[in-house]
């Protein structure tokens, strides 16, 4: 049974940072595809970035380039999610997905692409 235990959101003032962190159990996150998204109230789920962590493929959305980073620790079977600079406009229910295999880059942000998901953690960001 897969499980991904998606962790580290809270509340911060805008400019600070957080770390999230995807942790599996059932699932192998090397050589596969984890994404992060997230979810605004009123908002479809929004595609934030991903990692490829056999071939080094990281992807994120315009909006967080420079201020996001994911990185993955295979030993630890856990993939984070770096937040700095953080905006009120990021506030939102995060949540980790793993895909089986790599995943076509066309399909990066789109939620049906992913196969297993986590439960989400609430990042809220005060202005």
């Known amino acids: 049974d897969v499980q991904l235990q998606a962790s580290g959101g809270g509340l911060v003032q805008a400019g600070g940072s957080l770390r999230l962190s995807c942790a599996a159990s059932g699932f192998t996150f090397a050589g596969n595809t984890i994404g992060w998204f997230r979810q605004a109230p009123g908002k479809e789920r929004e595609g934030v970035s991903c990692?490829?962590?056999?071939?080094?493929?990281?992807y994120y959305i315009d909006s967080v380039k420079g201020r996001f980073t994911i990185s993955s620790d295979n030993a630890k079977n856990t993939v984070y999610l770096q937040m700095n600079n953080l905006k009120p406009e990021d506030t939102a229910v995060y949540y980790c997905a793993a895909f089986n295999g790599i995943l076509e880059s066309r399909y990066y942000t789109i939620p049906w692409a992913y196969d297993h998901w986590g439960q989400g953690t609430q990042v809220t960001v005060s202005s």
């Open positions: 990692i490829v962590s056999s071939d080094g493929t990281i």
